[in-house]
């Protein structure tokens, strides 16, 4: 039984646009509690999304408290790495609280302060966008070459004093290696793919997994149909892909990294995946799959340890 830390899903806002019930089961979009426990997921990253704007924050923030703290929803918010074995055992889902780009936090990092006190554990510095702090990898238009700004440098320090996770998904290359020259720890890509399989810009590239890895952080597999797809083919469509896409993702990953780097990052709730993995009850499938590859304590890496042990080195 592999069990499986998301290190992404945008459950929060889609339930609140969706008007459904956490607590219930849904046809709809990919996660809620009835399809956690089928698909054996102890915890995930419930991302606050986009993290673009006070208002975005602290609104962002009313609707993740309403969510975590609704008992119907059986939820435990995970402040310490110790707390996801706790969840497991009281028969509860593991909530850590995501922000999905930095552009909502004042430059004098009040609010990044006061967001860590409120149980913040894992941070973007940018969504698909520009912001004070970084660049993201804008999804329309020529791609601006900017790094990361000397606020952006700053924040990045003091979120890892605090002990916050940096996120580089979403970041633009500038940003990204400007990061990774800075850093003092373990970075993650929380829901990212390797681009030499999906040509997407939003997937990484060889010297960039290279560089996760030497970080001794993780790169967390995204089930977004047009980032798995060789083709890169478009959203909204069903796309059929089979489940080796994602091994091959897996496997590339693991060849210019290492075993240790690969997790699981679906982006449910956020994006169109492939009709294989339809929703989060769907976890056991592809880990059945993988199976023929790779050892018991490989799947139990990427499922959670390996994002485990990332927190365990940069949270306090
Ligand atoms: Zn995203």
Known sequence: MV??????????????????????????????????????????????????????LINGLDIWFKLVDDPKNELMHIKKVSDFDKAKKEGKIGAVLHFEGA????????????????GLRTMGISWSNINNYATGMLFQGP??????????KNLVKESQKLGITIDASHLN???FWDLMDITEKPIFASHSNARAIGPHQ?????????????????????????????????????????????????????????????????????????????????????FDYLSDTYSKDDLEKIGSKNLMRVFSDTWK
Do not use: W
């Not at 969706?18 to 426990?37: A, C, G, I, T, Y």
């Not at 791609?143 to 952006?152: F, I, K, S, Y």
């Open 3 to 56: 069990y499986v830390i998301d290190g992404h899903i945008d459950t929060a806002t889609a339930i609140l646009r969706q008007f459904r019930l956490f607590s219930e089961r849904s046809d709809r979009n990919h996660v809620d509690l009835p399809r956690m426990k089928e698909g054996k997921v102890q915890a995930a990253l419930f991302a606050i999304y986009p993290a673009m704007s006070r208002y975005n």
């Open 103 to 118: 552009g909502g936090i004042d430059s004098e990092f009040q609010i990044l302060r006061l967001a860590y006190r409120l």
């Open 143 to 152: 791609q601006v070459d900017r790094g990361l700004t000397l606020e952006g």
């Open 173 to 175: 290359e500038p940003s």
């Open 202 to 286: 939003r997937n990484l590239k060889d010297d960039q997994i290279k560089a996760i890895y030497d970080s001794k952080g993780t790169i967390g597999i995204n089930f977004c149909a047009s980032f798995l797809d060789k083709e890169m083919r478009i959203n909204p469509d069903p796309i059929d892909l089979p489940l080796e896409i994602f091994k091959e993702h897996i496997d590339h990953i693991v060849e210019h990294a290492d075993i240790n780097t690969v997790a699981m990052g679906s982006d449910y709730d956020g994006a169109t995946v492939p009709e294989c993995m339809f929703d989060c009850s769907t976890f056991p499938k592809l």
